[in-house]
């Protein structure tokens, strides 16, 4: 190699190792300091920008995770709130059962109100005050919404939270209109069997209920309010509806029936009552009044109830137009049948002995029909078909098959809130031990709600917690310094630039040989 004084290649090549140990040792004294393996793009153009969606996803986990832990929060202040109102609601059912019990005067059954009024006012109070950082949860206002539970647009988990407030909370009831199928009917004939078939005026139907789900039911003309309301409790699991059956029929304005014979009445009477499969013959003398031969009458009746299942009782305006009258019911719903009226005593020899006969809808309202039975002649039975009533936790809709083309009815729930519960009577009371029953219903249909979403949200908080660990973990090694691995890289780096200082000192001195050569 030659020996030059202008140019110095030992020097230059010295000076390029030690630039470049120098730069290694500035790299890893950075990556060091910082903890980075990426400070800046040069150092790692795609890993920078991996690295930084992954920070955005786990910095949006983290708020979701927030979030999340938020809504458990508000769903267990909303079922907290709640469990008050199971408790109120629970005894307001217990005032209920008391107040129908017939040892209560009417003055005990005010008292017991004014604790019912107070149970209500003290449910809305609940409702109304119930918050979550000033928003109110239970007074029907918060409605259906999102929990932001993920790092971007549009993952979220929804929330309803209905309102406990007592004009939303109670039952869902339709009660048949009367004339259709399935409502009160009343027919005469000749005979018992002929007079039970004349209630066949609409041919087989099926109906359509609506509830929490849909059920067809098919009914038979010759169904008994019983019967339907057996078939269509058998749809409950579907529909979530149940059903009761009444038959009642009013009994009035008994004619030609007296103890004084010599006005042409009859003195006694007889007649066939059924329920279609039991039947009892009945018959007395008349007293020579009006109210106690009714009496006697429901007294003869009610001796064999234990057969027919046909209870009676005297009335003093239950009859049309307020005269009195006879109530027979059945609570099962079966047909009341009377028969083969005749007269069973002396007088009465120009004239018929009769008797009106109403049925009533399920609510007590006397039916507009208004049939009348005589002794002699061709119309001496009346059978009368009762009526059914529908209730629910949840609105639902009752369709016959006829309406889906225009010629049917389509029979709608209608609301009883908490608020219309009234035990100051003995039949207030009862109805009022199923709206609470309802409200109950629609609570814990609330807490079950609020319950999963606190579930749910909790597994979420879980889920996106191991995101967060692995992503981090993914990100760690993408942009994290290995100090391990760095600290030789230093070292190395720390040797090369000593050693590269060295050297490059001595290649400096090269040139001076040449001064030895000019001596």
């Given at each position: 190699?030659?020996?030059?004084?202008?140019?110095?290649?030992?020097?230059?090549?010295a000076q390029n190792k030690l630039s470049g140990a120098t730069s290694g040792l500035n790299t890893s004294m950075q990556r060091l300091a910082s903890g980075l393996r990426i400070n800046s793009a040069k150092d790692d153009a795609a890993g920078m920008q991996i690295s930084n969606r992954l920070t955005?996803?786990?910095?949006?986990?983290?708020?979701?995770?927030?979030?999340?832990?938020?809504?458990?929060?508000?769903?267990?202040?909303?079922?907290?709130?709640?469990?008050e109102s199971t408790n109120i609601l629970q005894r307001m059912r217990d005032l209920a059962v008391q107040s129908s019990n017939a040892t209560n005067t009417t003055v005990d059954r005010k008292a017991i109100q004014e604790e019912v009024v107070q149970l209500k006012s003290e449910l809305n109070r609940i409702a109304d005050t119930t918050t979550f950082g000033g928003q109110k949860l239970l007074d029907g206002s918060f409605g259906s919404q999102n929990f932001q539970v993920g790092a971007d647009a549009n993952q979220t988990i929804g929330l309803a939270i209905n309102s406990a407030q007592t004009d939303d909370l109670g039952s869902a009831r339709a009660?048949?209109?009367?004339?259709?199928?399935?409502?009160?009917?009343?027919?005469?004939?000749?005979?018992?069997?002929?007079?039970?078939?004349?209630l066949n005026t609409t041919a087989d139907d099926t109906i359509v209920i609506d509830g929490v789900n849909t059920a067809t039911i098919a009914l038979g003309a010759d169904?008994?309010?019983?019967?339907?309301?057996?078939?269509?409790?058998?749809?409950?699991?579907?529909?979530?509806?149940?059903t009761d059956a009444k038959t009642t029929a009013v009994i009035s304005n008994l004619t030609n029936f007296d103890a004084d014979t010599a006005n042409n009445a009859f003195d006694g009477i007889s007649f066939e009552l059924s329920n279609g499969t039991s039947t009892e013959t009945i018959s007395f003398t008349a007293s020579g009044?009006?109210?106690?031969?009714?009496?006697?009458?429901?007294?003869?009746?009610?001796?064999?109830?234990?057969?027919?299942?046909?209870d009676a009782k005297f009335d003093s305006t239950g009859g049309p137009g307020g005269i009195p009258s006879i109530i027979l019911t059945s609570e099962a719903g079966?047909?009341?049948?009377?028969?083969?009226?005749?007269d069973d005593g002396t007088g009465g020899a120009n004239s018929d002995a009769t008797f009106d006969v109403s049925g009533t809808a399920y609510?007590?309202?006397?039916?507009?029909?208004?049939?009348?039975?005589f002794s002699n002649g061709n119309t001496d039975s009346v059978a009368v078909r009762g009526s059914i009533q529908l209730d629910s936790t949840l609105a639902f809709s009752v369709q016959t098959s006829s309406a889906q083309t225009g010629s049917g009815n389509v029979d709608r729930s209608v609301e009883l809130s908490i608020d219309t519960v009234d035990l100051t009577s003995a039949q207030g009371s009862q109805d009022a031990i199923s709206v609470i029953d309802g409200a109950l219903a629609k609570i814990d249909r609330n807490r079950a709600t609020l319950g999963a979403v606190q579930n749910r949200l909790g597994s979420t908080v879980n889920n996106l917690s191991s995101i967060v660990e692995n992503s981090s973990a993914a990100r760690s090694r993408i942009r994290d310094t290995d100090f391990t691995q760095e600290t030789a890289e230093l070292t190395k780096n720390q040797i090369l630039q000593q050693a590269g200082t060295s050297i490059l000192a001595q290649a400096n001195q090269l040139p001076q040989a040449a001064l030895s050569l000019l001596g």
């Open positions: 190699m030659a020996l030059t004084v202008n140019s110095n290649p030992a020097s230059i090549n955005s996803q786990i910095n949006g986990l983290n708020v979701a995770v927030r979030n999340a832990n938020d809504g458990i929060s508000m769903a267990q202040t909303a079922e907290g709130a709640l469990q009660d048949l209109d009367a004339g259709s199928l399935m409502g009160v009917a009343t027919a005469a004939s000749d005979n018992s069997a002929n007079a039970a078939a004349a169904d008994s309010a019983a019967e339907m309301a057996a078939k269509i409790n058998a749809e409950f699991n579907t529909t979530g509806v149940k009044n009006a109210n106690d031969d009714l009496q006697t009458l429901v007294n003869r009746i009610n001796e064999v109830a234990a057969t027919t299942g046909i079966d047909n009341i049948i009377i028969s083969d009226l005749a609510d007590g309202t006397l039916d507009a029909t208004n049939t009348t039975v």
